[in-house]
């Protein structure tokens, strides 16, 4: 296991299209984290995951966006009818019941047109 | 949540040694000092974490203080890759079934120069 996975990259969307992000956390870890980042600060919490039960969500979290994670394993976030707004880079980690230290995957940028 | 105070931005020369400082007034008792150092276009990476006094690793070194109000990540002899923005976070670690949600700050841009 080579740590958090989040595909893609990167995605380019027309105003109003719909998106979807995965991650894949590492194997044994339960805890799995969304974060937003924008240009020139630090990420921000979306939401939380323990296991398979979506625990947290932050009030960044609108009612456009919704996020899965079925059977405890991966992960998805999807935004519905994106907006300029959503431009960012949404970030992805996990992590294990000790909580020492999250593992970030490299994040999905999402540039909106 | 514990609010954070670090430099926007700072340079250095190859080689040198670079201490980030983080003001951390309202820190609680049960609150632990993690700090992460971010490249661009990709996710924070976790560095060092510590209560009290100093812990050391092999990439870096934390100082804290017997008041805890501030803390200083130390990186000896800086390469031009560690270049990156470095966040200075307090909050208390996991317990139970909640979560641990990070609070970041702007960060600490470390620009090293040849």
């Known amino acids: 296991d080579t740590g958090v996975s989040q595909d893609p990259r990167h995605k380019i969307t027309k105003r109003g299209q719909n998106v979807t992000f995965r991650c894949d956390p590492i194997s044994e870890h339960n805890r799995l984290y969304w974060y937003r980042q924008t240009l020139g600060q630090g990420p921000e919490f979306l939401t939380y995951f323990q296991n398979e039960a979506q625990l947290e969500k932050s009030r960044l979290l609108s009612d456009r966006f919704s996020a899965e994670r079925p059977k405890g394993s991966f992960s998805t976030l999807e935004i519905q009818r994106t907006e300029q707004g959503d431009s960012a880079m949404y970030l992805c980690?996990?992590?294990?019941?000790?909580?020492?230290?999250?593992?970030f995957g490299s994040g999905t940028r999402l540039t909106v047109v | 949540l514990a609010k954070t105070t670090q430099p926007i931005s700072m340079d250095s020369y190859e080689g040198q040694e670079v201490n980030i400082t983080c003001s951390h007034n309202?820190?609680?008792?049960?609150?632990?000092i993690t700090w992460y150092q971010q490249f661009p276009s990709q996710g924070p990476r976790f560095i060092i974490q510590g209560y009290k006094t100093k812990v050391t690793n092999e990439v870096a070194s934390l100082f804290i203080p017997a008041d805890r109000k501030s803390s200083t990540l130390s990186l000896p002899r800086v390469s031009l890759s560690d270049t990156a923005v470095y966040y200075c976070l307090v909050g208390s670690s996991y317990s139970g079934a909640g979560s641990y949600q990070l609070t970041f700050g702007k960060g600490t841009k470390l620009s090293v120069i040849p």
């Open positions: 309202n820190i609680a008792t049960n609150d632990y």
């Open positions: 980690a996990s992590t294990g019941m000790e909580n020492y230290g999250y593992t």
